[in-house]
């Protein structure tokens, strides 16, 4: 008989991460010309264009996760810690970090340890059948997943272009030109 995942911790941790990843990332809608866009440093976008893979990779390896912890498959979990752990060092490696952001990487660096060890952790306490364990882990997987979000929104918003404002379509229905140079109609 395999230990199975308690339905609390089970469902908790499912919920979780299907709601964090499922929360689209801020976008602010910003009237045309009512906020300059900062100019970014070489410097920030080479360290962004750095960590962009690990960044898909680790929002890939939550997706495994997620189908692991609902097909209940400890290696898979198992496998997937391991992938949180590999993205970690890889982030670790990309130097240096750019002042503006040095926070938000601090952020990312801990949220990515708290899911490597979270994840490792879970395997532990469902091999081992330990129902509270079970819910500790899901919870630092959760935490991890947040301070992960919470450091991609804080790069977004002090290094990106501002958002672009949303056109919203003509309520007669025709057809809405799209300018080719900002600001000509």
Do not use: C
């Amino acid at each position: 008989m395999t230990p199975s995942l308690t339905r609390f911790a089970r469902l908790a941790l499912v919920i979780g991460l299907l709601g964090i990843v499922a929360v689209p990332l801020e976008v602010r809608n910003v009237a045309a010309g009512a906020h300059a866009v900062a100019a970014q440093s070489t410097a920030v976008l080479v360290w962004q264009g750095k960590i962009l893979p690990i960044i898909t990779d680790v929002y890939g390896s939550v997706s495994d996760l997620s189908v692991a912890v609902q097909n209940n498959d400890f290696d898979a979990i198992a496998k997937t810690g391991d992938q949180f752990g590999g993205e970690q060092q890889r982030f670790e490696l990309v130097k240096p970090t750019p002042k503006t952001v040095g926070s938000a990487a601090k952020v990312m660096d801990q949220g990515l340890k708290d899911l490597t060890r979270g994840t490792k952790a879970l395997v532990v306490s469902l091999r081992d059948s330990d129902p509270t364990g079970s819910r500790r882990a899901a919870s630092q997987v959760e935490n991890g997943l947040k301070l992960f979000n919470q450091a991609v929104g804080q790069i977004r918003r002090l290094n990106g272009p501002l958002a672009e404002p949303t056109v919203i379509p003509n309520t007669n229905g025709g057809p809405v030109p799209t300018p080719i140079i900002k600001g000509l109609p």
